[in-house]
T-cell receptor
């Protein structure tokens, strides 16, 4: 099993450009999450999904959109990138509400200039 | 909203010394998890604590959940260079799907 994978690993955008980050998991997990991590701060939840076709806002959703068209994939979109969105983005998944351990992908380092 | 404080922010120890990080919540928790993130890596799950006063051990790591379920600690005995990384607590309240992560404690170990 590959676990949780993320593409791309690195990306540099100019202000105003758009992009989509892809997260895929092969563990048949229901729940998926997108976090951002900034220096000196913990992980902050952007959006999450409790199942195929459902999404919900986390702590810091502004400027991001998400979609979960297939159970194994969770996409994070930036429609108009801003320098404040420079961060490391992690995707995670978990099996159920009771078995709550989250499995993280390797991360995407995004720089917006 | 839910507040979580994790201390210290940073600790630099000599190999062989002990290390402890603390996590405190402003409200009663359903459970707490601990994760480790190596430099340049991603968070990896270590353990989950559910019961009031619970103590769990993993080799040199000891995890405790407070009696009031508002705080937790991670203690490493006789640190090794392989312990280097950032340790995060993550809190869950009631039936929420979401985890709230502490800001982490970065551990450096001098060989």
């Amino acid at each position: 099993n590959a676990g949780v994978t993320q593409t791309p690993k690195f990306r540099v955008l100019k202000t105003g450009q758009s992009m989509t980050l892809l997260c895929a998991q092969d563990m048949n997990h229901e729940y998926m999450y997108w976090y951002r991590q900034d220096p000196g701060m913990g992980l902050r939840l952007i959006h999450y999904s409790v199942g195929e076709g459902t999404t919900a806002k986390g702590e810091v959703p502004d400027g991001y959109n998400v979609s979960r068209l297939k159970k194994q994939n969770f996409l994070l979109g930036l429609e108009s990138a801003a320098p404040s969105q420079t961060s490391v983005y992690f995707c995670a998944s978990s099996y159920s509400l009771r078995n709550y351990e989250q499995y993280f992908g390797p991360g995407t380092r995004l720089t917006v200039t | 909203g839910q507040q979580v404080m994790q201390i210290p922010q940073y600790q630099h120890v000599q190999e062989g010394e002990d290390f402890t990080t603390y996590c405190n919540s402003s409200t009663t928790l359903s459970n707490i998890q601990w994760y480790k993130q190596r430099p340049g890596g991603h968070p990896v799950f270590l353990i989950q604590l559910v019961k009031s006063g619970e103590v769990k051990k993993q080799k040199r790591l000891t995890f405790q959940f407070g009696e009031a379920k508002k705080n937790s600690s991670l203690h490493i005995t006789a640190t090794q260079t392989t312990d280097v990384g950032t340790y995060f607590c993550a809190l869950r309240m009631d039936s929420s799907y979401k985890l709230i992560f502490g800001s982490g404690t970065r551990l450096l170990v001098r060989p």
